[in-house]
């Protein structure tokens, strides 16, 4: 499956970071990787995404060299300016151990690799490693067909000769969910797991409990699609010192933030927004906009 419809209402929480950096395990055809870039994009910042796959597919690459302000040096490796985008043709845990001795951080970990038991189980000890307090991890196949059965990539047609891919485990369980379960249960409440809001979400979010206030959807008026959500995150500041909510910057709609809650919600709850003058204009102009309205608010 693709996260093509958590990507937009991430974009929110992503706007906290100076510098968001993304790892996507499972590029695939870039369903992901493109909507992602573009809106990482946006923010006008500095940005990193890394993408790892067994087999990667070098039209992705090529894709992403057509697209203004992206800068990958699989196409370009003389490229003069800093690259925002790496693509790896690496097992994701071979790149995890890499990442994690290598002391690397990622706001964003998006685990959608190989769907069995033995391999997420293990990309998930691996990648709460790379984690800051604020850092979420999102898993696809959380409620599909692989949920509950192991799929080996390795086994799959086209990876015949695919030498990295993982071959099949013997696990007492298998698929995707007793993977996650397992290891939120090993962190003994250090990590909790919500389900995707929205009816055809099969990916779910894993967070850090005692860092997170709160975790809400918020479907804008007058929207009807879960694309076009926003996923509102709310951090215990004191524990998160990368995230600046001063940062903050929603790329498509405006609305008051209704300020944390505790314990944790429904995300499939929607917000009340009031109604909220619609922005025009570049990003900065947006958070300029925003940031005035904020104000306005502050002084009644
Ligand atoms: C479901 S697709 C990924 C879809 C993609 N995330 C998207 O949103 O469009 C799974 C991908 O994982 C890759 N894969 C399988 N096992 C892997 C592993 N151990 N490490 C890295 N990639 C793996 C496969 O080659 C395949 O391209």
Redesign the pocket.
């Known amino acids: 499956?693709?996260?093509?419809n958590v990507v937009r209402p991430l974009m929110q929480f992503l706007s906290y970071f100076e510098a968001p950096r993304v790892l996507?395990?499972?590029?695939?055809?870039?369903?992901?990787?493109f909507p992602l870039c573009h809106n990482l994009s946006m923010l006008e910042r500095s940005w990193l995404y890394e993408?790892?796959?067994?087999?990667?597919?070098p039209d992705v690459a090529m894709t992403v060299a057509s697209m203004s302000t992206i800068f990958c040096p699989s196409t370009e490796p003389n490229i003069p300016v800093p690259p925002n985008v790496l693509f790896y043709e690496?097992?994701?845990?071979?790149?995890l151990k890499d990442a994690v001795e290598n002391e690397i951080k990622y706001n964003l970990i998006?685990i959608?690799?190989?769907?069995n038991y033995y391999?997420v189980q293990k990309?998930l000890e691996l990648a709460q490693q790379l984690a800051l307090p604020s850092t979420i991890i999102i898993c696809?196949?959380y409620s599909t067909k692989w949920a509950y059965e192991d799929l080996?990539?390795?086994e799959?047609e086209g990876?015949e000769e695919?030498d990295?891919?993982?071959k099949r485990q013997k696990t007492e369980k298998v698929g995707v969910r007793p993977a996650i379960h397992d290891f939120i249960d090993k962190t003994e409440g250090q990590w909790g797991v919500l389900p995707g809001p929205g009816v055809c979400a099969d990916y779910c979010i894993l967070y850090q409990t005692e860092n997170v206030l709160d975790m809400r959807f918020h479907i804008p008026p007058d929207i009807t699609l879960a694309n076009l959500g926003i996923l509102e995150i709310y951090f215990d500041n004191n524990k998160c010192p990368e995230v600046d909510e001063s940062r903050m910057l929603n790329l498509d709609y405006v609305y008051q933030r209704p300020g944390p809650r505790s314990p944790i919600r429904q995300m499939t709850e929607a917000v009340d927004a009031p109604e909220l003058p619609p922005l025009v204009g570049d990003a900065k102009q947006k958070q300029k906009i925003l940031d005035e309205y904020r104000e306005n608010l502050k002084n009644g």
């Not at 499956?1 to 093509?4: A, E, G, R």
């Not at 996507?24 to 990787?33: A, F, L, M, R």
């Not at 959608?112 to 769907?115: A, E, Q, S, T, V």
């Open positions: 499956m693709s996260y093509q996507e395990i499972g590029v695939d055809k870039g369903q992901t990787t993408g790892v796959d067994i087999k990667m597919n690496k097992n994701s845990l071979e790149f998006l959608d690799g190989d769907h391999t990309e696809d196949d080996y990539y390795a799959s990876y695919n990295i891919a993982t």
